[in-house]
RNA sequence: GCCGCUGUGGCGGAAUUGGCAGACGCAAGGGACUUAAAAUCCCUCGGGGGGCAACUCCCGUACCGGUUCAAUUCCGGUCAGCGGCACCA
């Protein structure tokens, strides 16, 4: 006795982390073996084992959540290898950005993610679960500038932190291994390849144009970063500036990007469709219009041919190149000019706003209609929009509303062509634009015709008089890529003046992002003030030339990642064919809404053109998503400046990572607003102490016997117990609810404390084991340190992170009696209870002879009994 | 304006295929244990009415209407909130 004492002193204080306990450590067994001067017996052996079986007294999550975290990261339980023989499925949230420091509102998803790794793992699958850094971005820069650290120190900082003390405390089960940081230069010089390769294939150009500019950021924003007029970082009012760019021709992909939106069956309808309307198809034809008295053709976009017969005036953007040549000789020339260039000197936030003034002055040229040969003056309005269409528009007052406030307020002509059939339009008494479907009217040929079927007809007839032709417009843009800041990858371009604009090599690359730079703030950025870097010499030529000092959008790095977890160590190329095509798709992708059109839209193209570059065989990259709710506390979105944040640290001391995580699985299904509530959190904390104490007061007890099988079939808690294992997996694979999940194992928790409270005899001793088994695999996902801490006590030596699944018996729960609900007149008024498997005609007959609904049928014979099997009786009189 | 989503107790939320509305939890109230408190355990808990009581009746899922033996669920309309798009030709 005192040398296994002592070896169990050994076992707790020397090797505190357990490792292989199926045998005694070396220390114990030569201990052992020394004292005893044989080897140890069996039952010696069991002894030691059963020293791990003990159970502390109170659930004190402070004595081994960290020592499973430690244990996991030893024994690699989460790393992962292509392996054949499962099923892969990868699962990824969102990478962060590493701020710094994160709340119970970043940490959501990543609980999310993690409850569905550690269920799949259960299941048998092969997961990859990876966690990185999206390590570029503006904050860096700005904590540079005022506090004087440099972006990288800051960052790196940042990352120690939010891994080491945030995350890897709340017990995620990723592969650390895999982790990717954006901001290293083997992660960003892909990024520069990938430009190199666009650029080869005219992917990646660059051109001189009106580009959205946040003057807090000082830097260029994509279309998809503007929200409402304003910066989406920092919610300044974006500027526009004319300025030479670098763009990502993501509109070459339009047609499919919008088409392939059909196949994301398993992405929420509501990403899809800010997606669709993102994009923007708009079918209809271009037309030419000749300018009377010239030779030039004003070629327009309309989506409605159908009224061409009605155009009685044309408009041009201020823009307009053909503007100078229409009012060149006419008297109104100088007026034009002015107009034009007050409307230019507007902003164009301002000038694209609806309730913007719409204003216009008559150019003094006409244009002939091709398909009446009617005259119709040129107008210029500075609500037409140079960048989408042609930048000129024919205008059909009597069928669309902007045209019919437009020609009121100018006093020009309307004419109907489309009439309507309930009630006459005539334009003199029209108060506003008529913009339904009716028969064709003053359209030559086709009057009579619906104008649906004149859509087509008036189409063919443009293109075969080759007057115009069908054609498509989109709404989307293409991406701007170039950033004015310092902390991104740097664009891998040189500028030479003999040879133009040259891609670095591929042998050059990466173009490193120099270190030693300054940080004023004002001005230019460092980059394009560091003599060191802008000076180089032209790969081609090798005379002197300068680089190109601007980064790219971060979006780059978040738009491929996902391929980099496959085989993030990979040094020949951005990742390994081999690997990704077996992790890829992502099976089940997590984050936030805000994404739904800018990070998901960027990724979709990436990965469009990864596949076109031969390198992956994929269409898209996520199977699945999931859009997870924000967490609100107060009534409000938690975030630093409302000061409602909590962070999981302050949750994790106090209460334990288990109860951080099964609280913000508990409180609402993930696609919903999670309110946090302190006394939620209490709540779920009492829960675990519920289990603890239970199977606390009964370890002894069960530890004797094995537990129950399929003879058990008859008593409650077994059945109770295969009731909650289908409820649980039903509820996971069912749209993850999580929270009715956590519901059914509180149920069930419930009634194990009645099952127990009247003391067990050794019938039930069994079927208590066994729940508590079942129990204790079922919560493993939710809170995964609780039960690794009582599986262990149970005597099971494996961990619980792969120990498989529980199966319900499908015949355990099935009820043996079933309670019938019997209604008169849709009204309940009596319950029975019947055994399983009465016939309807009994349960019919049980119904009518029941005391209560003779009360209620007053003994009159009912006009119509409707049975629901097993279920409902309805007695209808 | 167009499109989409949501609306259930004091609160977070359940109700899976049209079949017992309010599971589970929080808060609240009452009780047990305790010198006391904490912790724990038990009971009550949508609204209104009747009964000494076991109990029982009526109303109730934003609002109005419809389909159905039966509607939180399906259909039509209205209102409110949230989100996306919007001078897009």
Excluded at 229 to 253: M, N
Excluded at 271 to 276: I, P, S
Excluded at 652 to 666: C, E, N, P, Q, V
Aim: hydrophobic share 40%.
């Amino acid at each position: 006795m005192i040398i296994t004492s002592f070896c169990s002193y050994i076992i707790f204080t020397h090797d505190n982390s357990r490792k292989n306990l199926a045998k005694p450590c070396h220390l114990c067994y030569f201990l052992f073996s020394f004292h005893s001067r044989r080897a140890p017996s069996e039952k010696a052996l069991f002894w030691l084992r059963a020293q791990e079986d003990l159970l502390e007294e109170r659930y004190d999550f402070k004595k081994f959540e960290e020592r499973w975290q430690r244990l996991w990261e030893e024994q690699k339980t989460f790393k992962v290898f292509e392996d054949a023989s499962k099923p892969k499925y990868y699962c990824l949230e969102m990478f962060p950005y590493p701020s710094g420091r994160i709340h119970v509102g970043h940490t959501r998803v990543y609980v999310i993610g993690d409850v569905i790794a550690r269920y799949k793992r259960m299941r048998g699958f092969n997961v990859l679960h990876p966690m990185g850094w999206d390590a570029f971005g503006l904050p860096a820069e700005n904590a540079a500038i005022k506090h004087g650290i440099h972006p990288s120190k800051w960052t790196i900082e940042n990352i120690a932190y939010m891994r080491d003390s945030q995350l890897k405390r709340m017990g995620l089960s990723y592969d650390w291994d895999r982790e990717v940081t954006t901001c290293f230069e083997d992660y960003y010089r892909w990024n520069q390849w990938f430009f190199v390769k666009m650029y080869e294939r005219g992917l990646a150009y660059k051109k001189l144009s009106y580009v959205n500019w946040c003057p807090s950021c000082s830097t260029v924003l994509a279309n998809e970063q503007v929200e409402n007029g304003l910066c989406w970082r920092c919610s300044s009012v974006v500027t526009h500036k004319e300025l030479d760019q670098w763009f990502f021709k993501i509109t070459a992909y339009a047609e499919e990007l919008l088409s392939s939106c059909d196949s994301l069956t398993e992405w929420p309808e509501r990403v899809l469709t800010m997606q669709r309307n993102w994009i923007g198809k708009s079918i209809g034809v271009e037309v030419d219009f000749r300018v009377e008295g010239s030779g030039e053709k004003l070629t327009i976009f309309t989506t409605r041919q159908d009224t061409l017969f009605g155009v009685t005036f044309m408009s041009i953007a201020p823009e307009h190149p053909m503007l100078e040549s229409l009012i060149t000789d006419t008297k109104q020339a100088d007026e034009v000019r002015s107009f034009v260039q007050r409307a230019m000197r507007e902003d164009k936030a301002a000038r694209t706003d609806e309730k913007h003034e719409k204003e216009g002055i008559f150019t003094g040229a006409y244009a002939i209609n091709p398909l009446n040969g009617g005259k119709v003056p040129i107008w210029v309005g500075n609500f037409v929009l140079m960048e989408y269409g042609t930048g000129a528009i024919m205008s059909v007052p009597a069928h669309d509303q902007r045209d019919f406030e437009f020609a009121k307020k100018y006093a020009l002509p309307i004419v109907v062509v489309i009439q309507n059939l309930e009630k006459t339009l005539v334009p003199e008494t029209m108060k506003q634009a008529y913009v339904e479907d009716g028969i064709m009217t003053n359209s030559g040929q086709f009057n009579g015709i619906s104008n649906t079927a004149a859509k087509e007809k008036i189409a063919d007839h443009i293109e075969q008089g080759k007057i115009g032709k069908r054609a498509v417009n989109w709404r989307l843009r293409d991406w701007g890529v170039s950033r004015q800041r310092y902390w991104g990858t740097p664009i891998p371009i040189i500028y030479c003046e003999k040879c133009g604009t040259i891609p670095v090599p591929e042998k050059d690359l990466p173009v490193r992002l120099p270190m030693d730079v300054e940080f004023t703030g004002k001005g230019l950025s460092p980059l394009a003030e560091s003599k060191s870097f802008k000076e180089t010499t032209c790969p081609q030529c090798g005379g002197s030339a300068r680089r190109e000092t601007d980064t790219m959008d971060t979006f780059v790095d978040s738009s491929w990642y996902f391929l980099r977890y496959c085989s993030p160590k990979e040094g020949t190329a951005p990742f390994d064919t081999k690997e990704a095509s077996y992790w890829m798709n992502v099976d089940q992708y997590i984050g936030g809404i805000e994404h739904a059109v800018l990070h998901l839209l960027y990724a979709r193209f990436f990965t469009k053109v990864i596949r076109d570059l031969g390198l992956y065989d994929g269409d898209e990259p996520f199977q699945r998503l999931l859009t997870q709710g924000m967490v609100v506390k107060d009534g409000a979105k938690m975030s630093k400046s409302k000061g409602n944040v909590v962070p999981p640290d302050m949750i994790i001391s106090k209460y334990g990572a288990d109860t951080a995580r099964l609280f913000s699985m508990f409180a609402a299904p993930p696609e919903r607003d999670l309110e946090w509530s302190d006394q939620g959190v209490e709540g779920t904390y009492r829960f675990l102490h519920r289990i603890w104490t239970l199977i606390y007061k009964h370890h002894q007890a069960i530890m004797k016997v094995k537990p129950a099988g399929r003879e058990a079939k008859g008593d409650p808690l077994y059945r109770k117990t295969h009731i909650t294992i289908k409820k649980v997996t039903e509820d996971i694979e069912r749209e993850f609810h999580f929270n009715t999940a956590v519901a059914a194992l509180m149920e069930m928790v419930n009634e194990m404390y009645d099952y127990a409270s009247g003391g067990l005899n050794d019938g039930q001793l069994p079927v208590l084991r066994s729940a508590i088994d079942a129990l204790t695999l079922l919560i493993a996902p939710f809170a995964p340190h609780f039960a690794e801490e009582l599986w262990e006590s149970l005597g099971n030596r494996n961990g619980i992170a792969n120990a498989p699944w529980p199966q319900y018996d499908p015949e355990a729960v099935i009820a043996l009696e079933i309670t019938v609900v019997v209604q008169v007149n849709g009204k309940v008024r009596s319950k029975l209870t019947l055994p399983a498997g009465t016939s309807d005609k009994d349960i019919e007959a049980a119904a009518l002879a029941d005391a209560k609904v003779k009360e209620f049928t007053d003994n009159k014979p009912p006009k119509k009994v409707i049975v629901v099997q097993g279920k409902l009786v309805n007695v209808v009189l």
